[in-house]
């Protein structure tokens, strides 16, 4: 299961992070305990509006990008787990000539698959 929190934490560890900044000064700077800083970074607690909206003016990130970096890791992690419960399909072979440097990939909507080469060196197999 995907927790929001983990991920809203995660970003925020990490824009913290490259701004080379400790707890101590963000939570000082947001004015909300060290403590609880440190436990919405981690995903054990759920952050308010206001907390969100102190720490963001504290890392001096808009709001809007950390949620759009929330949003974009949500999308991979359902993603990931979309294409960890489905079944393994077998490649259907017959009929195909043989491939050199073939490549797999399952799981993945042909939406979001991109292939860069020569039309002459690369063979497109749906399955």
Do not use: F, W
Request: hydrophobic share 45%; with cysteine; glycine share 4%.
């Amino acid at each position: 299961m995907i927790l929001l929190r983990r991920l809203l934490g995660d970003v925020l560890r990490r824009q913290r992070q490259r701004q080379g900044r400790t707890l101590r000064e963000v939570s000082s700077s947001a004015r909300v305990s060290l403590g609880y800083l440190s436990e919405v970074e981690r995903g054990q607690k759920e952050a308010s509006s206001e907390l969100l909206s102190a720490i963001c003016d504290a890392l001096d990130v808009r709001m809007s990008e950390l949620m759009r970096e929330v949003s974009d890791e949500l999308s991979l992690a359902e993603l990931a787990e979309s294409a960890a419960a489905e079944p393994v399909r077998e490649p259907v072979t017959a009929g195909v000539r043989p491939m050199l440097n073939s490549v797999s990939v399952t799981g993945v909507p042909p939406e979001r698959v991109t292939i860069k080469a020569p039309a002459e060196a690369v063979d497109v197999v749906a399955a």
